[in-house]
């Protein structure tokens, strides 16, 4: 299905009109409200902000459906059922330059049915930052490992998916 520039253009408006509006939510799990930034929004059209690679149409059309489910999810969940954290290089302002220092990244992953679809939300934290909406994703897929039979519900990279 081929999604057109003015369909997409006209839905991206309108999700971020409410995306702004919700400024944060407060999540059972961490007992603390997440941020929704403009760091959340653009990834909904690119999979990574060092490298901007902009995601299909498709995919973007999907995650803006849907992405009025993620405050609901959010607001849900007192567990989680991914969790992600690696050392990372990222970009920090210091003496009036950008400089890259190693921090902590975190990932969280809440998957839940709402309304009758099957979603992911993924909470991002960078070193002791604030936590934010990094990107909801549908979860429809899931397909099993064989190393370790772990079944595995993202691509792989919480960054990107």
Same mark, same amino acid.
């Given at each position: 299905?081929?999604?057109?520039r ?13 995306y ?6 407060y ?13 959340g ?5 690119y ?9 299909d149409?498709?995919? #973007?059309f ?7 489910l993620?405050?609901?999810l ?6 989680? #059922? ?6 990372r ?10 400089e ?5 990244? #975190? ?8 309304? %009758?679809r ?6 991002? #934290? ?29 691509a792989? %990279?919480?960054?990107? %998916?």
């Amino acid at each position: 299905m081929e999604i057109s520039r003015e369909i997409l253009l006209k839905l991206k408006t309108e999700v971020k009109v409410y995306y702004n509006s919700l400024k944060e939510v407060y999540c059972p799990f961490f007992s603390e409200s997440i941020k929704f930034t403009s760091e959340g929004f653009y990834h909904i059209f690119y999979k990574n902000p060092f490298r901007p690679k902009e995601r299909d149409k498709n995919s #973007q059309f999907i995650r803006l459906k849907l992405f009025k489910l993620a405050p609901i999810l959010l607001k849900k969940s007192a567990t989680v #059922q991914e969790y992600f954290c690696e050392n990372r290089f990222v970009a920090v302002k210091f003496n009036k330059r950008k400089e890259k220092i190693l921090k902590k990244i #975190q990932y969280w992953g809440f998957i839940g049915i709402i309304n %009758d679809r099957k979603i992911k939300v993924i909470v991002k #934290q960078t070193g002791e930052g604030e936590k934010k909406f990094w990107s909801i994703i549908p979860n429809w897929t899931t397909r099993k490992s064989h190393e370790d039979n772990k079944i595995i519900t993202h691509a792989g %990279d919480l960054e990107s %998916d």
